[in-house]
C-alpha cells in the first residue's frame, strides 16, 4: 500500500512539474527573414527570465501555410511574428487573438510604427503590434557619384535628378551601371517601386483596400521611368530576370551607381563590404517629395495559444526601449517606436536616421487580398510591370492592370 501511495504521489509530481514547465515555455515562430534578429532575442530573454521561448525558424514562403494548418490543427504556437502584409487576412479568418486592450494600455502605445497598428486593426480590433521594422530608401556609392562628377552629398531628390545622375554614372564606361532593380520580383519591386508613385501623389488601392486604383498619371510616369532606364541600358540586363536573389548582391560589388534598398542593407555593407562607401537618401517622387513603404513584421498571440499571459509578457520585452536599440537595432531592425531617441540610434549608425523618419512617414498597402495583388509572381502587378517595362508600354499595362485588380478586388 505504501509503494502505491508513493508511486501516486511521484505520478502526480511528475504531471505537476510537467504542467509547470509547459507553462513557463512559450512557442514562437518566425519567418526566416527575421532569424538574424530572433536568435540572439531569444537567447537573451531566455538567459534572464522566469519563462523559456522556444523558437521555430520557419521558410517564409511556406510560413502562411504551417500557421494556417496549426490552427486548423488546434496546434498553435503561442507567439507568431509574420510579414505585417498578412495581419489582416490572418484576423479576418479570426486566426489571431484580440489584443486591443492590452496594447492600449501601454504607455508608449502612440508611439509605435504607424503602418503595423493599421496593418494590424481589423473592424477597429488590434491583433499585433510591431515586430521588426524596414524602411525602403535610396542607397547610392559615393565613390561612383564623385568619379561622374556628382556631389555624394546631394542624392537625387526627383526623377529628373535621378535620371541625370544614372546617365552620368552610367557614362564612366565598362560594366558600371547608374541603376539597378529586379525585374522579376514581385513583392520586390513593391517594397521599391510603391514609394515613387506615392511620393508622386498616386496609389494602387483605396485606404480600405477594397478598390483598385492603379490607373493614374503616377502609376504612369513611374513606370514611364523605369522603362526608360531600361531601354537607355542605365541598368544591367540580368535586372529584366532577377527575381530578388541579386537585389542587394549587385549593388554590393561596388559598381551600381543607385539602387532602392532597405534598412537592412547598412549593416550587411558595413560589415562584409567596407570598401564599398556608401550614402542612404529618401525615395522621392516625379517633381520631388518622398515616401517609403514601411514593412517589417508583427508580433502576436494566435487564437487557441495556451501561454497568453506570458506570450504578452514577452511581447512586452521586445518593445522595451532598450531591447529596440541593443537587440533590434544592432541586429538589422529599425526600433518599431518612435520615441527611441535619434542619439541612441545615431551610435549604431547615422544612416539609420533616414531609415527611421521614413518608417515612421512609409506606407503600407492594407489589404486581405495582398498575397493574390502583389506578392504572387504570376499575380496582376508583377505583370504590369513587365509590360510596362520590358513589352509593349505603358500605357496598354496600366489599363488591363487596373481590370486584372479589380477582378482580384471583386470590384469595378
Known amino acids: 500500500m505504501l509503494k502505491k501511495m508513493l508511486f501516486l504521489t511521484s505520478s502526480l509530481f511528475l504531471c505537476f512539474t510537467a504542467t509547470l514547465s509547459a507553462k513557463d515555455t512559450i512557442s514562437f515562430w518566425v519567418r526566416d527573414s527575421d532569424q538574424a534578429i530572433a536568435e540572439p532575442l531569444v537567447k537573451t530573454y531566455n538567459a ?9 525558424i520557419i521558410p517564409a514562403g511556406q510560413f502562411v501555410t504551417k500557421f494556417a494548418t496549426s490552427i486548423a490543427g488546434g496546434s498553435p504556437p503561442d507567439v507568431v511574428a509574420t510579414d505585417l502584409i498578412y495581419v489582416p487576412a490572418f484576423a479576418a479568418a479570426n486566426q489571431m487573438t484580440d489584443i486591443t486592450d492590452r496594447a492600449k494600455a501601454l504607455a508608449y502605445f502612440d508611439k509605435l510604427s504607424p503602418s503595423h497598428i493599421r496593418l494590424s486593426t481589423w473592424q477597429e480590433k488590434l491583433y499585433s503590434v510591431p515586430f521588426s521594422a524596414e524602411a525602403s530608401v ?53 517594397f521599391t517601386g510603391f514609394p515613387l508613385i506615392w511620393a508622386s501623389g498616386g496609389d494602387v488601392l483605396s485606404a480600405d483596400g477594397s478598390q483598385a486604383t492603379v490607373d493614374n498619371p503616377a502609376m504612369r510616369e513611374t513606370l514611364a521611368l523605369y522603362r526608360r532606364l531600361w531601354e537607355e541600358k542605365l541598368v544591367p540586363e540580368g535586372a529584366k530576370s532577377d527575381t530578388g536573389t541579386n537585389f542587394f548582391s549587385t549593388f554590393a560589388t561596388g559598381k551600381i551607381g543607385m539602387c532602392s534598398l532597405g534598412a537592412f542593407a547598412i549593416g550587411i555593407l558595413k560589415e562584409k563590404y567596407p570598401n564599398v562607401e556608401f550614402g542612404v537618401a529618401p525615395l522621392f517622387g516625379k517633381e520631388g517629395g518622398t515616401s517609403s513603404f514601411a514593412g517589417g513584421d508583427s508580433i502576436g498571440i494566435p487564437k487557441g495559444s495556451k501561454n497568453v499571459e506570458a506570450a ?90 487596373q481590370q486584372k485588380f479589380a477582378a482580384v478586388l471583386g470590384s469595378k
Request: with cysteine.
Open 48 to 56: 534572464q527570465g522566469a519563462e523559456t521561448v522556444k523558437l521555430t
Open 138 to 190: 535610396l542607397v547610392y556609392n559615393k565613390a561612383l557619384f564623385r568619379q561622374a562628377k556628382l556631389d555624394p552629398e546631394k542624392p537625387p531628390m526627383n526623377f529628373a535628378e535621378f535620371e541625370n545622375a544614372a546617365k552620368q554614372i552610367t557614362a564612366l564606361g565598362g560594366d558600371i551601371k547608374g541603376f539597378y532593380f529586379s525585374g522579376s520580383a514581385s513583392g520586390g519591386m513593391v
Open 312 to 401: 504578452w509578457k514577452f511581447i512586452t520585452w521586445c518593445l522595451g526601449e532598450d531591447v529596440q536599440i541593443e537587440q533590434f537595432a544592432k541586429h538589422g531592425s529599425l526600433p518599431v517606436r518612435t520615441d527611441i531617441g535619434s542619439a541612441e540610434l545615431s551610435k549604431v549608425d547615422p544612416r539609420y536616421l533616414v531609415c527611421a523618419k521614413m518608417m515612421a512617414e512609409g506606407r503600407t498597402p492594407y489589404t486581405i487580398k495582398y498575397n493574390e495583388l502583389l506578392n504572387d509572381q504570376n499575380g496582376p502587378w508583377l505583370a504590369m510591370f513587365q509590360e510596362a517595362v520590358f513589352g509593349q508600354g505603358v500605357e496598354n499595362a496600366v489599363k488591363d492592370g
